[in-house]
């Protein structure tokens, strides 16, 4: 029963947040308005892509807690990046600080790696699951800038 609790907590956390931030930013999106980058996906494919990573997110952490391998570092990488995460939507869409978002998800990218060698350490599937994460991150760095440029 405890495990079930854990699973539940570990996935549900970092999904109810996303979404959370989702309703609060979908009033102010305008993705499609953007002139945007070649690769750019159509918006409906990024809250499927950020569930999906979400839910990755959460299975990585469970994973490490339920093996009791949760450690102070471990904590403390894992939801500061997720508050970065988090915060980043806001950056963009809400108050329109394209630069500052380049900036911003730049760190992400940075927690993200920390948070992988620091998953990795101590199971290395948690790690591994977390590379779609980095990846899609690294791209969407790529859109962020490309938006910037294309629309200064």
């Known amino acids: 029963m405890k495990n079930k609790k854990v ?6 956390i970092p999904v109810i947040l996303g979404g959370l931030v989702g309703l609060i930013v979908s009033q102010f999106m305008d993705y499609n308005t953007l002139n945007k980058p070649p690769l ?5 494919i990024f ?4 569930t ?5 997110m959460g299975i990585s952490y469970g994973i490490l807690d339920t093996k009791g391998l949760i450690n102070e570092k471990i904590n403390k990488t894992y939801y500061l990046q997720l508050i970065v995460n988090l915060i980043w939507p806001i950056l963009f869409f809400v108050f329109k600080w394209r630069l500052f978002s380049c900036i911003w998800i ?4 940075i927690l993200i790696i920390k948070m992988i060698m620091e998953f990795y350490k101590e199971n290395k599937l948690s790690a591994y699951l977390q590379i779609p994460y980095l990846i899609w991150t690294i ?4 859109l962020n800038v490309g938006i910037y440029l294309l629309n200064r």
């Open 52 to 56: 999906i990573l979400y839910i990755l």
């Open 139 to 142: 791209f969407a760095t790529y």
């Open 7 to 12: 699973w539940i907590k570990a996935i549900l």
């Open 106 to 109: 730049i760190l992400l990218v």
């Open 47 to 50: 809250g499927i892509v950020w």
């Open 40 to 44: 750019s996906p159509p918006g409906f």
